[in-house]
């Protein structure tokens, strides 16, 4: 078989099982797609090494028989995931040179499942960011361009080395992680397939914390199938996380019908955005159409409180973020600031902090900092957990009226050029998020899948909403409508 | 609520971030502009409304009260950037 590489993970699954490849040639050809694509910037801990170790006790395990279906499938690892003896620095500059002694329980189970690590993906620092433009190792490249411009475009972020590497085939999936959209916009902007699952259905634990209320793991994948696969095996109660459900983690791949008969569509009016490009508005009308073909019935519903989840969700993910990143103080691990004589521990604290954090990540602590201090808890923090409150009621009400799935714009735009954004004031880049945000104020699953190409070539996405632990039925409705729109387009390979 | 350069000062030393002084300026405007987006949630009736500790409703587990983990000072210490004698080293902290 040649461009094993391109394969997804149902397929290589399973041609594995046909004996008609082998794990090794599998990462191999993956290593090589990895090493002709640095211009990229998507692996930035390559572990060759380890790769091919683990696909041939892959293939030892697939010959005995009875192997898990990930077992000698070649994935990429977000960075923000420890990895036991592999560098895990969450693309910043304060944890360089950390090598965690621990792996993380996602990271884990794919491994117990028998998935194979490629390597670390680059992302935005502490996945604040949604361009990918904040990370320590330089701006991930989208494989996408428009047309024949040589524009380097984002792949989008926080998981934009990710995103990048599916779409451009360096490996069958990756893993993700998603706050405020981390992995469903990327996804939508590199054509490629994401989910973020019910609030605690994946283990946090050993994922360097953003803002833990909002933090979730999840697969970007090449397809609905692949998701439901992989998303399966990074799923579960885990005793070291205290938040993770303590449910029966079904078998998503085989709720994968195609049959949506009778399923009720919400279609949201607060998510026409005004000044929201025509050629998304057409997508969404085009989704939903297709939704209502496949026997779905289409529902008119409001979620009044849409406006104000931007802004609620800049005031808690901040909050988290300054409690979260106190632990980066130059003591215990990762840089510590040079220090001049005479300096003592508030001064190695204020250094170290200044040197190794990024603008965006100061920010964020500071503005976090700002919403908890003494006087403005109650008038930011506790105003905003009231208004989150709200958001999660707006969905409860529309699934207590029968609603199954919400369809949604993923982005409000397609994917810009890298350095487009870096004059606006740090707002403009937060509005990217406004579609994906919801959810995990929320704590719902969503899933963003590519739906067609705007004028320049460029991938365009739409978002379904499920109700809370039906990732199975959701990936259902994604399943369909992905039949639907018959998405196929791959960026030309210019790198 | 606008923010001054003697706030975003303060702030910075609660977040024990060093800012030099003539970035401050700046940095009280990146604020200004952050807090003026968030000041739009003053517009939600937010009466009567519990602020959120749990998205999902659970209980949380409790486990045995017993030493479970323990034993390991050099996997602890192995990423510290200055450790001595088993111990996290730091500049002087009493004087």
Known sequence: ?495 | MSIDQNTAAKVAKLARIKVEEEALPELAAEFNTILEFIEQLNEVDVEGVEPMTSVTPQRLKRRQDVVNDGNQQDKVLVNAPDSREGFFAVPKVVE
């Open chain 1, 1 to 495: 078989m040649s461009d094993l590489n391109k394969l997804g993970l149902a397929e290589a699954r399973d041609a594995l099982r046909k004996g008609e490849t082998s794990s090794v040639e599998l990462t191999q050809a993956c290593l090589g797609a990895i090493d002709k694509a640095d211009a990229l910037n998507a692996f930035v801990h390559k572990t060759p090494e380890i790769a091919l170790e683990r696909a041939a006790a892959a293939d030892a395990r697939l010959k005995q028989g009875e192997a898990p279906a990930m077992c000698g499938l070649p994935v990429g690892i977000k960075d923000l995931f420890c990895t036991k003896g592999v560098a895990s620095q969450a693309a910043s500059k304060i944890l360089d040179g950390f090598v965690p002694e621990y792996e993380s329980t996602v990271s884990q189970q794919l491994a117990d499942n028998g998935a194979v690590m490629l390597g670390k993906l680059n992302m935005d620092e502490f996945a604040m960011g949604s361009s990918n433009e904040t990370s320590t190792y330089g701006n991930a490249v989208s494989p996408w361009r428009r047309g024949n411009d040589d524009t380097p475009l984002t792949p989008g972020g926080s998981s934009g080395g990710s995103a990048a590497a599916v779409a451009a085939d360096l490996c069958l999936a990756a893993t993700g992680t998603d706050t405020g959209g981390s992995i469903r916009q990327p996804a939508a902007f590199t054509g490629t397939v994401g989910i973020k699952p019910t609030y605690g259905r994946c283990s946090r634990w050993g994922v360097v914390a953003f803002a833990s209320s909002l933090d979730q793991a999840g697969p970007m994948t090449k397809s609905v199938r692949d998701a439901a696969i992989m998303l399966e095996a990074m799923s579960g109660h885990d005793p070291k996380d205290s938040t993770s459900a303590d449910l029966a983690v079904p078998n998503f791949e085989a709720m994968l019908t195609g049959d949506i008969r009778g399923k009720k569509i919400g279609i949201p009016k607060e998510y026409h955005m005004d000044g929201m490009p025509a050629e998304i508005e057409k997508l969404w009308s085009e989704g939903t159409a297709m939704l209502k073909a496949a026997g779905a019935e289409i529902v008119d519903i409001s979620l009044p409180h849409t406006k104000y989840a931007l802004p609620a969700y800049y005031v808690i993910a901040p909050a988290e973020a300054s409690s979260n990143l106190a632990r980066y103080d130059g003591v215990r691990y990762g840089n510590r600031a040079l220090l001049e004589a005479g300096d003592g521990i508030t001064e190695m604290y204020e250094k170290t902090r200044a040197a190794g954090f990024g603008d965006e990540v100061k920010r964020r602590v500071m503005v976090g900092t700002y919403v908890l201090s003494a006087g403005f808890y109650d008038a930011y923090y506790n105003r905003a957990r009231r208004v989150r409150s709200l958001i999660k009621q707006d969905f409860e009400n529309v699934f207590a009226a029968g609603i199954d799935a919400i369809l949604t714009p993923a982005t409000p735009s397609a994917a810009f050029g890298l350095g487009e954004m870096s004059d606006a004031d740090p707002v403009a880049m937060y509005l990217l998020d406004v579609f994906t945000v919801t959810v995990n104020l929320a704590g719902l699953p969503g899933i963003a899948l590519p739906a067609g190409l705007d004028s320049q070539g460029l991938p365009l996405g739409l978002q379904l909403i499920g109700r809370p632990w039906e990732e199975g039925d959701l990936l259902n409705t994604a399943y369909a409508l992905e039949q639907s729109t018959g998405f196929v387009a791959k960026p030309g390979e210019w790198w």
